[in-house]
């Protein structure tokens, strides 16, 4: 059993930045690839960016790339996502996930909106 949170959402104009976080309890973390999501209101959950299991490996989808860092902090068993240049169409819930033992484990998601 897997139980992730998510924290750091909030208001901010374009250009800005935010920082979220992914804790995860009742397992460690660090040998689990994690996947952060979005969901803007209207569409479906998309893909945002991914850190492999042992943290050498990230990917981003191409609406993100250059402007987001996915990383981890196994001491802290979290992940984060740090995001720059923000842009009003980055308007969505963002939830994190991991796979454990062949089941899907999901935050409650963190609301992020910018304005323009």
């Known amino acids: 059993q897997v139980h992730l949170v998510e924290s750091g959402g909030g208001l901010v104009q374009a250009g800005g930045s935010l920082r979220l976080s992914c804790a995860a309890s009742g397992r460690t973390f660090s040998t689990y690839a994690v996947d952060w999501f979005r969901q803007a209101p209207g569409k479906e959950r998309e893909f945002v960016a991914r850190?492999?299991?042992?943290?050498?490996?990230?990917y981003y989808a191409d609406s993100v790339k250059g402007r987001f860092t996915i990383s981890r902090d196994n001491a802290k068993n979290t992940v984060y996502l740090q995001m720059n240049s923000l842009r009003p169409e980055d308007t969505a819930v963002y939830y994190c996930k991991t796979v454990v033992g062949g089941y899907d484990y999901w935050g409650q998601g963190t609301q992020v909106t910018v304005s323009s």
């Open positions: 850190l492999n299991w042992s943290g050498a490996s990230t």
